[in-house]
């Protein structure tokens, strides 16, 4: 039944109802979204109040805002300027990003457009790897690269990257892959196309979507990650981000919260920066394959 | 969403439907096996770095943990086998059941509340109006910075003496425990906080579950009377349950898995990065100390394993019990 044959009496009660439901349903939203955001919040607030004021008062915001917390950090931590965490771990995040959409993508096309012997079998073992613990390589693997004296240095967190290892990756674009229509390769090998031509011309053009989720999902877990750092770097000027922070929180404990929330909010920024501008492909992105951030 | 969920089950089924391959042995035209000696090369071609990685930081290193699971190694002398003695030695310490036991707990508390959040969350969204698009991605953001060491640095003041979760419990309750990071009882419940507050991805999931049961039965549900909790139940529930299944697997595994925050939160002055009395001693955190700082790779290792077998246990009865609880739709549409 159309809201006219109702006439304008039931219309203006339609909606008032329907009214009454919005208003009911921005207030759970809000709600949560109260919840949510009071952290994030309450830390922005934080990083603008004096020290004694951080853990004791109940206020989200600075009676009276300062700045010495931002300040302090041009100082560096541990003689170390922010900036040098900030480029080392800018170079992890990007030499990870190239390294997933070329391997990744590489193996992706196999396992959907080329069909050699073995494939189902490898398939198999890749989808196994997606379920596989990472603590059970961790020891072996920091023997593998102590052995060839890689310790400290940034290979040990970026080879991996260049063997796709990242099974989430390679399922995302197997599945996005699939997906094109098979007739493009079969007009493409009639003109004389390899699998390479293939593969950089047609396949990897209409993936963007897959890709782009990729990389951001790579960059924010490259600088996110903490236990890689932690374990294979030593030389505090190496220090990724996470671990000047972890530093900067043990050097610094209970007396300096403002710097260290301050320094916490500045390491985010990246993150939330991306967030912003994509998040629709992060989301999408999750949404069809549930991609852990 | 249905993709996944049919790959996840059936990990080796292929791609679309292919012409079926001749049999070994027929003769084919020349052309033909030309051609298909091709395909292998361009195969394995293509798939030669992810075989790499695959063989050298995948397998290999399985194979060495399992062998160092037996050994006693401290990274520079040579591994010295010793039998079963490392899982006697794991078995009978007290700090490593605490561990066990406090990962359980953290598994078994957390991983619910979480999802019962993200569905509780995702039913409220599932509808059309506007602002749920921006809802939607608020409600994601934590899940990307919440495993970062800044957000555990966060976590850590607004849980500590004084702060606004000890006021509260002291006003609301009347309980002093000193603010929860400080107290060996309570630091763990500041970690399950955290993972719940981090509900936005199970809930995006739910979501796109949620976009995908047909209307008409609501409607027709309605029509026989049925109320909300009913529609819920008997329509909404097992309308999504593949999702729900895939959610569970992968937010146990994950919790499991859980380190840097725990890392983080509970270390203290002192070197000790477990919490008070190693309230927030997780598995990943002893099996850290064990092998990076005692150097015992062997123990470790053994702990490792340990580790895996607890996952895969998990899998398998997880997927052992879909056949009871997850409904997957006949026809693929």
């Not at chain 1, 603590?135 to 023997?143: A, D, E, F, G, S």
């Not at chain 1, 390899?194 to 999902?217: E, K, Q």
């Not at chain 2, 007290?94 to 509340?113: A, D, H, I, M, N």
Request: hydrophobic content about 50%; aromatic content about 14%.
């Amino acid at each position: 039944m159309s809201s006219a044959a109702r006439g304008p009496y039931a219309r203006a009660a339609a909606r008032r109802r329907r009214g009454a439901g919005s208003l009911a349903w921005h207030f759970g939203s809000l709600a949560v979204l109260a919840v949510v955001l009071y952290p994030v919040i309450w830390a922005i607030g934080g990083s603008f109040k004096p020290n004694e004021e951080i853990v004791g008062s109940l206020d989200l915001f600075p009676t009276e805002p300062i700045v010495a917390n931002y300040a302090g950090l041009a100082d560096g931590i541990a003689d170390i300027s922010i900036t040098t965490f900030f480029s080392n771990s800018l170079f992890l995040a990007v030499g990870s990003v190239v390294g997933v959409l070329i391997s990744c993508s590489l193996a992706a096309y196999a396992f959907a457009r080329i069909r050699f012997a073995g494939r189902n079998l490898l398939f198999a073992l890749m989808i196994g790897t997606l379920l596989l613990p990472y603590h059970v390589l961790l020891i072996p693997q920091y023997v593998l690269f102590q052995k060839m004296g890689l310790i400290n240095t940034y290979t040990p967190l970026l080879l991996g990257k260049y063997l796709a290892v990242d099974a989430f990756f390679v399922f995302l674009m197997v599945q996005f892959m699939r997906n094109l229509p098979k007739e493009l390769d079969e007009a493409a090998r009639l003109d004389g196309c390899g699998h390479l031509r293939i593969y950089w011309s047609i396949v990897l053009p209409l993936c963007r979507p897959a890709l782009i989720t990729s990389a951001i999902f790579t960059f924010i877990n490259s600088w996110n990650d903490f236990m890689g750092p932690l374990i294979y770097l030593n030389d505090p000027s190496k220090y990724t981000v996470s671990l000047g922070l972890k530093m900067f929180v043990d050097q610094e404990g209970v007396a300096n919260y403002g710097g260290m929330i301050a320094m916490s909010l500045i390491a985010l920024l990246p993150v939330l920066a991306f967030f912003l501008a994509f998040q629709r492909y992060l989301i999408d992105g999750m949404a069809t394959s549930g991609l852990k951030g | 969403m249905g993709g996944t969920m049919a790959s996840l089950r059936t990990p080796a089924a292929p791609a679309a439907p292919e012409k079926p391959a001749p049999p070994r042995g027929t003769r084919l035209p020349a052309a033909a096996r030309r051609r298909r000696r091709g395909e292998n090369v361009a195969g394995f071609l293509f798939m030669s770095p992810w075989l790499a990685g695959f063989l050298l930081l995948t397998a290999g290193p399985m194979i060495a943990s399992l062998y160092f699971a037996f050994t006693d190694y401290n990274l520079f002398d040579a591994p010295r086998w010793i039998g079963l003695d490392n899982f006697t030695e794991m078995f009978g310490d007290p700090r490593w059941r605490k561990s066990v036991e406090v990962t359980l707990w953290y598994v078994v508390v957390g991983t619910p509340l979480k999802l019962a959040a993200a569905l509780g969350v995702a039913l409220l969204l599932n509808q059309k109006r506007r602002g749920q698009a921006f809802y939607r991605a608020a409600f994601y953001a934590p899940s990307l910075i919440g495993a970062s060491v800044s957000i555990a640095v966060v976590w850590k003041a607004i849980f500590s003496d004084d702060a606004i979760v000890d006021r509260t419990q002291r006003a609301v309750f009347g309980m002093d425990v000193g603010g929860w990071t400080g107290d060996p009882q309570w630091i763990i419940y500041s970690l399950i906080a955290l993972t719940v507050w981090q509900f936005g991805a199970p809930m995006v999931i739910f979501l796109a579950g949620l976009k995908q049961v047909p209307r008409e039965l609501y409607e027709a549900a309605e029509v026989d009377g049925a109320g909300t909790w009913r529609r819920f139940w008997n329509i909404t529930l097992p309308m999504i349950s593949p999702v729900l299944f895939f959610n569970v697997l992968l937010e146990t595994i994950h919790s499991f898995q859980i380190f840097a925050s725990a890392y983080i939160v509970g270390g203290g002055a002192g070197g000790n990065a477990c919490g008070p009395a190693d309230g927030s001693l997780v598995y990943t955190c002893y099996l850290y100390v064990q092998g990076f700082e005692n150097s015992r790779m062997g123990l470790a290792s053994a702990m490792a394993w340990m580790l895996l077998l607890a996952v895969a246990l998990v899998t398998a009865v997880l997927f052992w019990s879909q056949k009871r609880w997850v409904h997957y739709e006949e026809a693929s549409r």
